[in-house]
């Protein structure tokens, strides 16, 4: 190969790729997507409170939020064979919004009794009044078990690996 040759090849790369910068495209070029929204920290570390045993932010994630969500957190499966498969915790900005996303979700449950209350009920932390509601049920060949804590504004959401809702409504009642 001549050294014009050469040249003309360097010369002609040279162009190219800066054609494609110019367009954007290539690997890491081009402009910034924005990142999703995953609520203030703050908001992270106030829900990160409300979590089951088991479960801190180690072991759960901060998801993108929702129009009335201050910030959702998505965990780990439980190291306890009778313990959820797929948490979900999410700290609402209001009572109304989260109360609106439990109503919500009971529409894709076939709903059955939580222990020996008929779902939704609700449900009470020690002697004192009622904490929140809560709902047991099945989706998708899964069991669920859904409740509010009304004092914080939480809506939580645990799916077990199979259809026992009995067995993780106690999980729930042990360690919700």
Not at 89 to 103: P, S, W
Not at 108 to 124: A, I, N, R, V
Not at 154 to 176: E, F, H, K, M
Request: aromatic letters at 6%.
């Amino acid at each position: 190969m001549t050294h014009l040759t050469t040249v003309l090849r360097a010369a002609t790369a040279a162009a190219l790729m800066g054609s494609f910068a110019y367009l954007g495209i290539g690997i890491g070029i081009g402009t910034a997507s924005a990142e999703p929204d995953n609520g203030n920290p703050a908001d992270v570390d106030t829900l990160a409170e409300s979590l089951s045993k088991g479960y801190d932010l180690t072991n759960c994630a901060p998801q993108p939020i929702n129009p009335g969500e201050l910030a959702e957190l998505v965990c780990d499966q439980s190291a306890d064979s009778a313990g959820p498969a797929e948490p979900r915790y999410v700290l609402f900005a209001n009572t109304d919004a989260m109360n609106g996303k439990f109503k919500a979700g009971l529409n894709d449950e076939t709903l059955t009794s939580c222990g020996e209350s008929q779902s939704p009920t609700t449900w009470h932390q020690g002697t004192s009044g009622t904490a929140g509601q809560v709902a047991c049920g099945t989706h998708d060949g899964a069991a669920e078990i859904i409740w509010t804590t009304d004092a914080k504004n939480v809506l939580s959401d645990i799916r077990g690996a199979n259809t026992d809702v009995p067995s993780l409504y106690r999980w729930w009642q042990n360690n919700g």
